[in-house]
């Protein structure tokens, strides 16, 4: 079965610091999507990244997809306290709608 | 706007009882919906996903049922509890099949 997962258990930074997330996974896809989810609360995406684009921006967070390779990257910089949150992406398949989500990474920023 | 309203916004059972968890969206006519559970610091797991009223698949099953009784409306049910259904149950619904999903807040089922 897909698995997608992250690459790193758990990140710490530093306010203004910028950090990269990782993800790979195991099978084709027609989209990766990143999802950042606050203690306590549901997950909300962050960025959607369709398997015929490279690199995908929004605001201070930047997404890649490397298909050849499959994995994907979520950079932040500038961090901020509010960033702390488990970082999820999360597998596109076919037209079902079946999200699978990796096992997230914990990212703490510290001030 | 959309909206998406979950109920109960937590529950404490006893295993084998019964259990209903329901999800609303508001503002939005024909939305894909989805359940997904989450064990306490675990990923998510896709239960059910729903297209239109009255049709739902089962993507994982956990001795779990859902139903889509309304267009705007996603139920999550069993009769008989295990300890294992302890955890974080989300909706979620979305444009279509490829696109974003926007999940609610969410019921913390707690069994024991």
């Known amino acids: 079965s897909q698995l997608a997962e992250e690459n790193s258990w758990a990140l710490s930074v530093h306010e203004g610091e910028s950090v990269t997330v990782n993800c790979s996974y195991k099978?084709?896809?027609?989209?990766l999507q990143w999802y950042r989810q606050k203690s306590g609360k549901g997950p909300a995406q962050l960025i959607l990244?369709?398997?015929?684009?490279r690199e995908k921006r929004n605001g201070r967070l930047r997404a890649t997809l490397d298909t050849s390779s499959q994995s994907s990257s979520l950079s932040i910089t500038a961090t901020r306290c509010e960033d702390t949150a488990v970082y999820f992406c999360a597998t596109v398949t076919g037209n079902t709608g079946k999200l699978i989500f990796g096992l997230g990474t914990t990212l703490q920023v510290q001030p | 706007a959309q909206t998406i309203h979950q109920w109960p916004v937590a529950e404490i059972k006893a295993v084998g009882s019964p259990l209903s968890l329901g999800c609303t969206i508001k503002?939005?006519?024909?939305?894909?919906l989805y359940w997904y559970w989450q064990a306490t610091g675990g990923t998510l797991q896709q239960l059910f996903y729903?297209?239109?009223?009255?049709?739902v698949e089962s993507v994982v099953q956990l001795n779990l049922s859902a139903s889509r009784p309304k267009d705007d409306q996603f139920i999550l049910s069993t009769e008989k509890l295990l300890l294992s259904h302890s955890g974080f149950y989300l909706c979620a619904w979305s444009w279509g099949d490829q696109d974003t999903q926007y999940f609610g807040p969410g019921t913390r089922l707690l069994v024991l």
């Open positions: 990244i369709r398997s015929n684009e």
């Open positions: 099978t084709s896809i027609t989209a």
């Open positions: 729903s297209i239109t009223v009255g049709q």
């Open positions: 503002g939005k006519s024909s939305p894909n």
